[in-house]
């Protein structure tokens, strides 16, 4: 029930480019799409479009593709803000009717994330679009590697843990569709670990060792967690399945292209131990994530703007005042870039809960 | 919190990135405020409610008005010159409860037709004098009853029907687990006040999240502190303010001494944002599910016998870490459907020696 509410929602950016997605699944391998040409492109110049996009854009998505001559992308992005609405609409008024009922909950909160993502994602698209060099910063790389360590520090704040430094490390291995990706963090002042182990099936999209153009993809993953408070005297495990996927956003429009849009949706199952001989607790998770980015050079990196509704993991939920405590996940912005073909350096900052920020070093192999 | 994760989440939030605390003032501010409940001056004259279990509405040398949050009541006055006839109301305090002072301190009861209004004419000396308020029987250790009601919110307007049921029930006060009105303005909370006249017995609450509709926010001029302990024949109740969806700090230290202090005692916590929400999908409950765990383990090992949530619109019995729980929602706000549960509270039976000994939900439908 859950993922149909998703793919009626939050997945509907990635509905609206199913056959850019498709056809990203079978592209052979050719030359990076073409950029709008200097001459070739219609946006006015000056700062109209800009200005546009910010206001009246910031309610009327798309304005500022209206105001640079792009109509059909205009039109696009103002429809998907009017469904990421309509989605917010009709799935809050089922949770004020119905109290936020049990049986309707994790659907209608799927509807209403998804469509605050909607919301979100077409007006960073439409500002992107009119702002954006005409081949965007970057393009998808060429083949994606298959091999990817990434090794950091991140430094967090959260005032009920005593952590304050953690040592992240991670591998994604990937073969054919399948990809493995353990990690782990460990606090560096205090006792406290975090383990993980992802797996993630590729149904559409890129796979490692064949060229590609495209970044678009579509994935179901599993992953167990281990987190050990040691300090708290508690540990938590936690098993979780999730879809989702990226949509590049020129299957919008032609002055999107190097930007991509994320979303995914799933369940967690935590089981909860405490020491001392305490009976332990279970209890689920609903799991939704959205995202806008931004590709980096020529297969070099990226950079992401995101809303993870995630209560677990050390950015936790959002601490709020008023109606909303408790509900909202955390927000952050993550990205990456290889400063040569192998090695690269990636950032990262989060505000939930905690409040995380770090830099890693980052190695591939493609 | 220190200052660059302030100074970073101010910067967030104020960037629209998130609603993070620092935009409304944090739970902090709400537990610092604590402090300063049951104190007040006049001119020369102080006064003092030991544990900050009384707001001080008014205060002259002519008299004060006091709400009492707690059934027994000790307060100091530090007068700079004698005051005879010093006039104290206290209101919400317990039916038959008899003003005590030292010996040679004359004081005259004054009868009042409200119930829970206990009133007295004190010649106040010059220096310290401390006068307390309590039942003859309020060290008994006998078995005994009380309600839980939370959540009216918006249905203020006929919580008067709840409060009659209340009150023919053999109970000897009503905790509150937040909620007690939509927006917790003064007017609102005012009301809130006026309708418990028709409640014979007292109604000891913290806030929830609806009380911060105003900041900073008045419950705590009018009610007392979001966060209080105190003992009743036999029985210790803990109230915490989780109406952000967390506990400050401040909050645990004080949390960590009162179950010390009580650890052979009955001890029973009530708040409004349980740690975890038995419907996990919902997450009707802490924004960080770390800090759930580590609360409930904290009790379950500081020997927590019963812990009492509101929030949650329906009725619902679970245990966490161990802990018998209930949420009880049912003061009238929008209620969860299709739940089987109406407008309702919950009456406990406490025994000192034996622990909790019944739990009985009274629904009176929609």
Redesign the interface.
């Known amino acids: 029930m859950a993922l149909r509410s998703l793919s009626g929602a939050a997945l509907a950016l990635l509905v609206a480019g199913a056959p850019a997605l498709a056809h990203a699944a079978e592209a052979p391998a050719e030359a990076p799409l073409p950029c709008l040409e200097p001459g070739t492109d219609p946006r006015l110049p000056g700062p109209l479009p800009a200005a546009a996009a910010l206001f009246p854009g910031v309610i009327v998505h798309g304005a500022g593709h209206y105001a640079a001559g792009h109509d059909d992308t205009a039109l696009t992005l103002l429809w998907l803000e009017g469904a990421g609405i309509a989605s917010v609409l009709v799935n809050g008024s089922v949770l004020?009717?119905?109290?936020?009922?049990?049986?309707f909950?994790?659907p209608a909160?799927l509807g209403v994330i998804g469509g605050v993502g909607l919301f979100a994602i077409t007006l960073l698209a439409d500002i992107y679009g009119v702002t954006a060099p005409p081949c965007g910063f970057g393009r998808p790389p060429a083949t994606i590697p298959y091999l990817e360590v990434e090794a950091g520090y991140r430094g967090i704040?959260?005032?009920?843990?005593a952590y304050r430094h953690l040592a992240v490390l991670s591998t994604t291995v990937r073969s054919g569709r399948w990809r493995v990706a353990p990690s782990g963090a460990y606090a560096l002042n205090d006792a406290n670990t975090r383990l993980r182990l992802e797996t993630g099936l590729r149904v559409l999209g890129p796979l490692p060792h064949e060229p590609t153009r495209r970044g678009s993809f579509f994935e179901i993953d599993t992953a167990a967690t281990h987190?050990d408070?040691d300090t708290?005297?508690?540990e938590?495990t936690t098993l979780e399945l999730t879809t989702g996927g990226r949509l590049d956003l020129d299957a919008i429009g032609p002055t999107l292209r190097g930007a991509f849009s994320e979303a995914s949706a799933g369940?967690a199952m935590?089981r909860?131990r405490?020491?001392?001989g305490?009976?332990s607790?279970t209890?689920?998770?609903?799991l939704a994530r959205f995202a806008f980015g931004l590709y980096l050079g020529p297969g070099r990196g990226e950079a992401t703007l995101f809303y993870d509704h995630r209560?677990?993991g050390?950015a936790?939920?959002?601490?709020?005042?008023?109606?909303?405590?408790?509900?909202?996940g955390?927000?952050g912005v993550n990205g990456f870039y290889y400063v040569t073909e192998a090695w690269g350096l990636g950032a990262e900052g989060m505000?939930?809960?905690?409040?995380i920020?770090g830099i890693s070093a980052r190695f591939r192999q493609r | 919190m220190s200052g660059v994760a302030r100074t970073l989440r101010t910067a967030l939030c104020c960037a629209g990135i998130t609603g993070a605390t620092a935009c409304y003032g944090p739970p902090e501010d709400r537990a610092l405020r604590d402090l300063e409940v049951g104190r007040a001056s006049a001119s020369e004259l102080e006064i003092e409610v030991e544990d900050g279990l009384a707001a001080v509405h008014d205060l002259t040398e002519e008299g004060a008005t006091l709400w009492a949050n707690a059934p027994v009541l000790t307060i100091r006055f530090r007068a700079g010159e004698p005051l005879p006839g010093f006039r104290l109301r206290i209101d919400n305090a317990m039916p038959g409860a008899r003003f005590e002072a030292p010996a040679g301190v004359p004081i005259t009861p004054i009868f009042t037709e409200t119930p829970t209004r206990a009133e007295t004419l004190i010649d106040l000396p010059r220096g310290d004098t401390r006068v307390r308020l309590a039942e003859p029987d309020a060290e008994s250790p006998a078995p005994w009853r009380f309600a839980l009601l939370s959540d009216v919110q918006e249905a203020i307007g006929r919580v008067q029907d709840l409060f009659i049921a209340i009150s023919q029930e053999p109970v000897r006060f009503t905790l509150g687990a937040g909620d007690l009105t939509e927006r917790g303005t003064v007017s609102q909370l005012r009301l809130f006040q006026r309708k418990l006249e028709f409640l014979e017995v007292p109604y000891y609450a913290t806030l929830g999240n609806h009380e911060l509709g105003a900041s900073p926010p008045p419950f705590h001029d009018l009610f007392g502190r979001g966060s209080s302990h105190f003992a009743y024949r036999g029985v210790a109740f803990s109230l915490l303010d989780s109406a952000s969806a967390t506990l400050d700090p401040l909050v645990y230290g004080w949390l960590d001494g009162w179950m010390a202090e009580s650890r052979d005692r009955l001890h029973v916590v009530a708040m409004h944002i349980p740690p975890v929400d038995p419907i996990g999908l919902r997450n009707g409950s802490f924004a960080s599910r770390n800090e759930a765990m580590k609360l409930l383990g904290r009790m379950a090992r500081g020997g927590v016998d019963l812990t009492l949530y509101g929030h949650v619109h329906t009725y619902m019995s679970f245990q966490n870490a161990g802990i018998e729980a209930h949420i009880s929602g049912g003061g009238g706000a929008i209620p969860e459907r299709f739940d089987g549960v109406g407008r309702h509270f919950l009456v406990v039976d406490v025994d000192p020696e034996r622990g909790v000994t019944g739990r009985r939900v009274v629904d009176l439908g929609d």
């Open positions: 004020g009717l119905t109290g936020a009922s049990r049986y909950v994790a909160a704040y959260d005032q009920q843990f987190h408070f708290e005297g508690f938590t369940v935590a909860t405490y020491d001392g305490i009976p607790d209890d689920l998770l609903l209560h677990d050390y936790a939920g959002s601490i709020i005042p008023g109606l909303g405590s408790g509900v909202p955390h927000f505000v939930g809960a905690a409040t920020g």
